[in-house]
């Protein structure tokens, strides 16, 4: 343990927890490490539609299917 640690709030930890396995999900869901942008411009595009995805799914899962949000490695259908 560190000297003079003090541990986060509950909220802190809770919302990093979440930020971090989101990203996770992202990276092996959208592949996004295999990302073949020419540009800057692309690669923003690419990322950007990845994340639309994301957050689509996420709002399918909640209010159409009343599941997780997080859950995106399940099927749709």
Do not use: G
């Amino acid at each position: 343990m560190q000297p003079n640690y003090q541990k986060q709030k509950y909220i802190f930890r809770k919302s990093r927890k979440r930020i971090e396995t989101l990203f996770s999900q992202l990276w092996d869901q959208f592949k996004i490490r295999n990302n073949y942008a020419k540009s800057f411009i692309a690669f923003k595009t690419r990322i950007l539609s990845k994340i639309t995805a994301l957050t689509f799914i996420q709002f399918v899962n909640v209010f159409v299917f009343n599941k997780k949000m997080n859950n995106i490695k399940i099927a749709l259908v």
